[in-house]
């Protein structure tokens, strides 16, 4: 059954290589380093006197990387040790996994993330309903949930409200209500089969995506909790910023988007304590500028040439000097500080609002 994976193509490389600006001799910490798409060309840009560190929680993306980012100091005949790094850990625990790496400051953080091509495609991983293997939807293949052991042990209304939150599933109850009779399930099909017969028949002609689409992506970002690693992984990743460092966001969904859209607010100072509290008790303070009020869409040449680009949405902000911005609210920030001193080649003017109307709905990528 086994698939040979897909190489996964980097997502708006061109735009986060220009928000993330890697000059030479300088540190990127590659949060997300996947088949090291990415990591190749930051390395390629901060150069042997300049360091990547890569993180993965899935091992196979790990050896992909390891081989791709050989054959660019091999390429350049640098000598060795290879000026860089890769790391097996969750980006949950950032500061942890660079720690024992010994990496106290960067230039720069990516996060590119969702899951990967290879984990898509990789038909007995689970994660795709366009063929039989067994629900398991695991990115690191240690961790002891799969999507099989959640559909078949919550109950119907945490079920329901998993596949209502992370999947904007809108038959999410009837679904909850459908696993639930048919247990115990232990196929991609079995799960797709249940959604497809909810769905009524006239929404299965008019929808352009498959009736099992959400529910397949919220039990993906369930199984690896995509959604709980984003504030701590983007606080530390401003902790290690040096002062003018950049950390770029790519989501490729609007749930995980707005995350780090409002953390992004809050590390550049926005208080998020209620209304009605008389006093901020939240901490806010401004530590970032925020680069890209909207977020930068790819170009329409990118989404046609690489389907999978097509939901993705890059953030990109700024770490303050601790000097100076005591006190400062984020407009006094953003006014104090210069222009990003690289241009994108597609500078945000394709922005989510302009193309995209009103709210915006997650953009699944089963
Ligand atoms: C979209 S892919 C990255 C692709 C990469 N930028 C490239 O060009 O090849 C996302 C990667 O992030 C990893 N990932 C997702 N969540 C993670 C987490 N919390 N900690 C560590 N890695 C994670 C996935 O295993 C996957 O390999």
Redesign the pocket.
């Known amino acids: 059954m086994s698939t040979p994976p897909e190489p996964?193509?980097?997502?708006m490389?061109a735009e986060t290589l220009a928000w993330l600006a890697p000059a030479p001799g300088k540190v990127i910490v590659?949060?997300?380093?996947?088949?090291?798409?990415?990591?190749a060309a930051l390395l390629s840009a901060v150069g042997p006197t300049g360091r990547v560190v890569g993180?993965?929680?899935?091992p196979e993306?790990l050896s992909?990387?390891e081989a791709r980012l050989r054959a660019v100091c091999d390429e350049r005949r640098w000598p060795s040790p290879y000026p860089f790094a890769l790391a097996r850990?969750?980006?949950?625990h950032l500061r942890a996994v660079l720690a024992q790496l010994g990496v106290e400051r960067a230039a720069g953080v990516?996060f590119?993330?969702?899951?990967?091509s290879?984990?898509l495609d990789r038909v007995e991983r689970g994660f795709t309903f366009r063929a039989d293997a067994p629900l398991d939807m695991r990115?690191?293949p240690d961790e002891p949930t799969t999507a099989a052991h959640l559909v078949n042990t919550l109950p119907e209304a945490e079920l329901a409200a998993l596949l209502r939150d992370y999947g904007e599933e809108r038959h999410a109850r009837a679904i909850a209500r459908a696993i639930v009779a048919r247990r115990p399930l232990r196929t991609t099909r079995q799960l797709m089969e249940i959604c497809a017969r909810v769905y009524p028949p006239r929404e299965r002609r008019e929808e352009k995506i498959h009736p099992a689409t959400r529910a397949f992506q919220a039990l993906r970002i369930a199984v690896?909790?995509?959604l709980e690693?984003l504030p701590p992984?983007l606080a530390d990743a401003v902790d290690l910023l040096a002062t003018g460092g950049r950390v770029v966001v790519?989501a490729?969904h609007s749930l995980e988007d707005r995350i780090v859209k409002r953390e992004f607010q809050y590390l550049a100072g926005r208080c998020r304590c209620p209304k009605e509290l008389p006093a901020c008790i939240c901490g806010a303070r401004p530590r970032l500028r925020i680069l890209t009020p909207k977020p930068v869409l790819p170009a329409p040449e990118e989404v046609r040439a690489n389907p999978r680009a097509r939901s993705a949405r890059l953030r990109a902000a700024e770490k303050l000097g601790d000097e100076g911005t005591e006190g400062q609210t984020e407009n006094q920030a953003r006014r104090m500080s210069a222009a990003p001193p690289t241009l994108p080649r597609h500078p945000p003017q394709r922005v989510l609002g302009r193309t995209h109307r009103g709210a915006h709905r997650a953009v699944p990528s089963a």
């Open positions: 996964h193509v980097p997502v490389l590659d949060a997300t380093v996947g088949a090291g798409g990415h990591a993180i993965d929680r899935d993306a992909l990387a850990g969750d980006f949950r990516l590119d993330l969702g899951a990967s290879m984990q990115m690191d690896n909790r995509e690693a992984a790519l490729y």
